[in-house]
T-cell receptor
Framework: ETGVTQTPRHLVMGMTNKKSLKCEQH?????MYWYKQSAKKPLELMFV???????ENNSVPSRFSPECPNSSHLFLHLHTLQPEDSALYLC??????????????FGDGTRLSIL | KQEVTQIPAALSVPEGENLVLNCSFT??????LQWFRQDPGKGLTSLLL?????REQTSGRLNASLDKSSGRSTLYIAASQPGDSATYLC??????????FGAGTTVTVRA
């Protein structure tokens, strides 16, 4: 496989459930990102990891918990979510944080629906 | 804080017509600007990246211009095809690693 792969593609969960989103990149990149895309709104950056260390938490509620066990994998653990958390969650990677003119590469996202 | 605006929010054109998509940003101190395409239910595909020192970038039927001083970029798609139907997003890199995105322009090309 190549590129950035996200699983599952769709997820429906109740507000009291616990679930995890997974992202895997096969590009040899060192930086990984989580974004939230709500309908008709710009993408919102949630978390940034560089070499497995979190460098950004963009005021995200604690019911979202990221994990980066190695530079190829990124998880987003979900717990006690709210209906307004229903959105498309996108993972991206880039070569590293410091190289300015390298594009970010995105996965196809996980469509999350909270009942 | 960088604000990115894309107008119009939606656009419908007949096949063969040229497309003009606009992006504006409030802070002209940018490193680069990137145009993405997003198909329904899919992630983002990078189309063009214009560095701050460049005025334009071209790839096939796509041409993107950048006027940093006025805070504007325009994406031109020549001779549109139904396969060009998608949402087009622009994103600005102002500092460190963060991208500021616009809300996108949804394009429909009618056959």
């Amino acid at each position: 496989e190549t590129g950035v792969t996200q699983t599952p593609r769709h997820l429906v969960m109740g507000m009291t459930n616990k679930k995890s989103l997974k992202c895997e990149q096969h590009l040899g990149h060192n930086a990984m990102y989580w974004y939230k895309q709500s309908a008709k709104k710009p993408l919102e950056l949630m978390f940034v990891y560089s070499l497995e260390e979190r460098v950004e938490n963009n005021s995200v509620p604690s019911r979202f918990s990221p994990e980066c066990p190695n530079s190829s994998h990124l998880f987003l653990h979900l717990h006690t979510l709210q209906p307004e958390d229903s959105a498309l969650y996108l993972c991206a990677s880039s070569q590293d944080l410091g190289t300015i003119n390298q594009p970010q590469h995105f996965g196809d996202g996980t469509r999350l629906s909270i009942l | 804080k960088q604000e990115v605006t894309q107008i119009p929010a939606a656009l419908s054109v007949p096949e063969g017509e040229n497309l003009v998509l606009n992006c504006s940003f409030t802070d002209s101190a940018i490193y680069n600007l990137q145009w993405f395409r997003q198909d329904p239910g899919k992630g983002l595909t990078s189309l063009l990246l214009i560095q701050s020192s460049q005025r334009e970038q071209t790839s096939g039927r796509l041409n993107a211009s950048l006027d940093k001083s006025s805070g504007r970029s325009t994406l031109y798609i020549a001779a549109s095809q139904p396969g060009d139907s998608a949402t087009y997003l622009c994103a600005v890199r102002s500092n460190d690693y963060k991208l500021s995105f616009g809300a996108g322009t949804t394009v429909t090309v009618r056959a």
